[in-house]
């Protein structure tokens, strides 16, 4: 007769079937959940100053309507670029310039198909389009002259 027995792994770190890992697991979740909202706090500031400033820019732009309108228009582009150097240093802006240069480091790996094979998939396509247009106009003439047979 065989025995069952728990096995557990002499490393807890390693984790497996031992209780630890679990704990292990919702301990960096817990970790990470600090991390990311003390940047979400930071980030939430920037965002809120980027707008603050920007709709300062805008008003500002109106009721200095006494100055000539280069001067307001110079003053909104540099206030503007001011801005945008905020809302860039921001966590969601720095993981989008990630992402897309990730995105462009794939892009460069990816094998393109050469003209020919274009032309030639695409005639395939057409041509299973057409065999599948035409058995399909035949099942429906078909399927309809068995309705009209059924009902006349």
Known sequence: MAQLVEHRSPKP???GSSPSWPARIRIMVANKLEVETSKNKNDL???I???VIFAGSILAFYFLDHYPLVYRVL???GITLIDFLIVFNTEK???L????????VELKKVIWSTKAEVIQTTVIVFIVVIIMSVLL???DKLLGAGIKFLLA
């Open 137 to 139: 106009w035949l099942l």
């Open 45 to 47: 500031v920037k965002w």
């Open 75 to 77: 003053g909104l582009v």
């Open 49 to 51: 100053l980027a707008g």
């Open 97 to 104: 310039r990630v992402f897309t240069h990730d995105a462009r």
């Open 93 to 95: 802006i720095k993981s």
């Open 13 to 15: 770190e390693v984790g």
